[in-house]
């Protein structure tokens, strides 16, 4: 059975750097079949799409995140990783990893259960 | 980039009711639209992919239908878990992939 699992610190001050990582059990992540990417979710608000990646080592980014978004990956391991510079305020969010099926269903099929970054001094 | 429109945000109804759900995008993007429901706490969960087509082990209650800018999500006959935050999300034309603002339904 696939499983995600975002880890990450919790708390992160301002303009530091956030880092969270998202181990993959069950299946891999170099698998021709899918993108894996990060979404986050302010308190209270809706969803955001960070960027994802397929594993031929193409990225895609969110514009209105891409001067400060890397994912990176890990194949030894079965993770992933997103870094994200300069934080605010507004970067405050639950974040989730989540899988995305080149064929059908062709969309978010699996999630992690998403862990929340706060960005506080 | 594709903005996505839902409407009502919020919809107070009872067990049993039908409700139809809208989403409507800035531009065409064909039927490459699916819907997912969040609990609170959860990670969202695909429901309706490609505008009409269930997702693995979703109830006959839900369907969607919809082409080119506008999209409903209906759910037949509402069950008391039915009652959560429901997402649009388009693949047509990514980055950005992107996700319309929600649509709450509460029980009335």
């Known amino acids: 059975q696939l499983q995600l699992q975002e880890s990450g610190p919790g708390l992160v001050k301002p303009s530091e750097t956030l880092s969270l990582t998202c181990t993959v059990s069950?299946?891999?992540?170099?698998?021709?079949?899918?993108?894996w990417g990060w979404i986050r979710q302010p308190p209270g608000k809706g969803l955001q799409w960070i960027g994802s990646?397929?594993?031929?080592?193409?990225?895609y980014y969110n514009p209105s995140l891409k001067s400060r978004v890397t994912i990176s990956v890990d194949t030894s391991k079965n993770q992933f990783s997103l870094k994200l510079r300069s934080v605010t305020a507004a970067d405050t969010a639950v974040y989730y990893c989540?899988?995305?099926?080149?064929?059908?269903?062709?969309?978010?099929?699996?999630w992690g259960q998403g862990t929340l970054l706060t960005v506080s001094s | 980039e594709i903005v996505l429109t839902q409407s009502p945000a919020t919809l107070s109804l009872s067990p049993g009711d039908r409700v139809t759900l809208s989403c409507r995008a800035s531009?065409?993007?064909?039927?490459?639209l699916a819907w997912y429901q969040q609990k609170p706490g959860q990670a969202p969960r695909l429901l309706i992919y490609?505008?009409?087509n269930r997702a693995t082990g979703i109830p006959a209650r839900f369907s969607g239908s919809g082409s080119g800018t506008d999209f409903t999500l209906t759910i037949s006959s509402l069950e008391p878990e039915d009652f959560a935050v429901y997402y649009c999300?388009?693949?047509?034309?990514?980055?950005?992939?992107?996700f319309g603002q929600g649509t709450r339904l509460e029980i009335k």
């Open positions: 531009q065409s993007v064909s039927t490459y």
């Open positions: 990646f397929y594993y031929s080592g193409s990225t």
């Open positions: 989540a899988r995305r099926k080149i064929g059908p269903p062709y969309y978010f099929d699996f």
């Open positions: 999300q388009q693949r047509s034309d990514w980055p950005p992939i992107t």
């Open positions: 490609d505008a009409s």
């Open positions: 069950g299946g891999s992540i170099s698998s021709t079949s899918y993108y």
